[in-house]
């Protein structure tokens, strides 16, 4: 257990989170919002889904933050051929000692990097679902944990759809969010071609930050307050998505877990100890949308499962800031605190 003293401070965190967002950002041209998402999934212990066309920054923008990070790192690449015992591992026997030895897989690594996991069969595809919930792989009756810090990064590009097996809903649910990087501005992309157009910028880039750090930032992360009046209205969305007309499939209570906990990640890179409403609107769309499937008649008018998160913040009343009184040693905390206490 992490006590009160061992946890790190607020300060703490904004100094690393921005020495990691400022090494991401110097590789991934103008595209700070991306960034910023991406380091929310981190410290609130989720796994990210990259989904854009190619050649956009998809894998590199991977890359680049298990680079800035003193983290063990493994990529696996996606193919039709991949086994599932590829990824967690397999059991091979050892004639000198008479008995089976666990050779680990791909997935024992604490930033994991699935390329273009649209490629691989739904039989691979759910090998990295015990790992992506329990963080755990079991195999042959026996569990190994994995490191920690463990986030899962995997990409796929959604035009290309020759020779993909489309990821399950299980899959996709474990998934805290989902970003699309885009194409970069034209300054962004005259600033790329002046930096980056002789050598690769992963070659100079260095690490920022250490696992260790990452794991202290973590457990500060899962000290921020969160207000009843917030809680109920991420409750609130989410149950919206279940009873939409325009939705066969809502948001599962999972999904609400993961919009809490990115809402609190959120807060804490803001240089906030408490989570407001617009931590949690800010994340709807990326949390949410994916998980969504829109009905036959929602797709004949091309409405997506974007335009139906906005359309639910926007018809959800937020919860209003109460009235302060104080925040003593040994009160409840407000909603809204005029001034964040010390430490986390």
Same mark, same amino acid.
Request: include cysteine; hydrophobic fraction near 40%.
């Given at each position: ?20 967002r400022d ?6 041209e103008?595209?700070?919002e991306?960034?910023?998402?991406t ?9 990210l ?10 894998t ?21 051929d ?7 591992g ?9 008995d089976f030895?666990f ?8 930033i ?16 990295l679902l ?22 899962v990064?995997?990409t ?7 020779g ?12 805290m969010a ?12 005259l ?13 100079d ?7 260790h ?8 992360v ?17 149950? /919206?998505?279940?009873? +939409?007309?325009?939705?066969r499939? $809502? =948001?599962? *209570?999972?999904?609400t877990?993961h919009?809490l &906990? ?12 408490y ?17 969504l ?15 139906v ?11 209003? /800031?109460p009235?302060? +009184?104080?925040?003593?040693?040994? $009160? =409840?905390? *407000? ?6 206490? &010390?430490?986390?």
């Amino acid at each position: 257990m992490t006590t009160y003293d061992e946890r790190a401070s607020l300060t703490d965190l904004t100094t690393t989170a921005e020495r990691v967002r400022d090494s991401v950002e110097g590789v991934i041209e103008g595209k700070p919002e991306v960034v910023r998402l991406t380091l929310t999934v981190l410290l609130a212990e989720g796994h990210l889904l990259i989904e854009d066309v190619p050649g956009v920054g998809k894998t590199m923008l991977a890359k680049t933050l298990a680079r800035s990070i003193d983290c063990s790192v493994r990529r696996i690449q996606f193919t039709p051929d991949l086994l599932p015992s590829d990824i967690t591992g397999v059991s091979i026997w050892d004639q000198q000692r008479r008995d089976f030895e666990f050779k680990p897989g791909a997935i024992f690594a604490q930033i994991v990097i699935g390329d273009e996991i649209n490629r691989a069969s739904p039989k691979t595809q759910s090998a990295l679902l015990e790992s992506m919930e329990e963080r755990q792989v079991t195999i042959d009756g026996q569990t190994y944990e994995l490191p920690s810090p463990f986030m899962v990064v995997a990409t796929q590009n959604p035009v290309e759809m020759e020779g993909t097996y489309p990821l399950p809903e299980a899959q996709r649910d474990r998934f805290m969010a989902r970003v699309s990087v885009g194409y970069p501005s034209v300054e962004a992309e005259l600033e790329m071609l002046d930096v980056h157009g002789g050598v690769s910028p992963l070659e100079d880039l260095q690490p920022v930050a250490h696992a260790h750090d990452i794991v202290k930032l973590i457990e500060a992360v899962r000290g921020v307050h969160v207000a009843d009046t917030v809680r109920r209205y991420a409750v609130d969305l989410v149950a /919206a998505t279940r009873t +939409h007309p325009d939705l066969r499939l $809502g =948001a599962s *209570p999972r999904a609400t877990l993961h919009l809490l &906990r990115a809402a609190k990640a959120s807060a804490a890179l803001s240089g906030r100890e408490y989570a407001l409403p617009d931590d949690v609107q800010d994340l709807a769309v990326a949390v949410l949308a994916h998980r969504l499937l829109p009905t036959a008649q929602a797709q004949l008018n091309r409405r997506t499962a974007e335009q139906v998160v906005q359309e639910i913040l926007q018809q959800t009343p937020v919860p209003q /800031a109460p009235q302060q +009184h104080g925040y003593g040693l040994g $009160g =409840a905390a *407000p909603a809204y605190p005029a001034q964040p206490p &010390r430490r986390l």
